[in-house]
């Protein structure tokens, strides 16, 4: 199966120099957790909510006065939306993390897949990403098994 048929194409970006005000506002009014930092047509990070309370919440800044950049998650994982989500979901358990921004041809963000997609198509891949997610100093891939299937019994 395609990434382009498992992501969620609705992808909310935000300016790295808006206000981290702004982007918990947009998070809250969208019922979003993430969103992907553009600028000029590039992705550039990604903030999500747990961003927004440890990075600048907890660490006394004002959010109507932090910006974004200071927040975000520089490090991007990305996929491409004719990716196999199989590869894409490989990439977000190496990472431990739980959302991708995924790219269209032309490279624009075209969507986010995260392990919520995932779960609706695979619930056994889903559980390794949480997993590994949760403890990414565990090994990769719970058996000897490719770990996208269940194991032989």
């Known amino acids: 199966m395609l990434v382009a048929n498992a992501m969620t194409r609705r992808a909310e970006t935000i300016l790295p120099d808006e206000s981290i005000a702004a982007a918990a506002r ?3 009014d969208l019922g979003i957790g993430a969103l992907a930092v553009c600028e000029d047509d590039r ?9 927004i309370v440890v990075r600048a ?13 200071s927040a975000m998650t520089a490090h991007v994982i990305e996929c491409r939306e004719d990716e196999e989500m199989v590869e894409a979901a490989a990439r977000m358990e190496a990472g431990a993390v739980r959302r991708l921004v995924v790219l269209d041809a032309a490279g624009r ?12 198509q695979s619930p056994t891949l889903a ?27």
Request: aromatic share 4%; proline share 9%.
């Open 57 to 69: 919440v907890a660490s006394g800044c004002d959010p109507a006065t932090a910006r974004v950049r």
């Open 26 to 28: 947009r998070m809250r």
């Open 109 to 120: 963000v075209a969507g986010l897949l995260s392990v919520d997609d995932v779960a609706l």
């Open 43 to 51: 992705v550039v990070g990604v903030i999500t909510d747990r961003d």
């Open 127 to 153: 559980g390794e990403i949480v997993e590994h997610a949760r403890a990414p100093e565990r090994p990769l891939h719970g058996g000897p098994w490719p770990w996208w299937e269940e194991p032989a019994h």
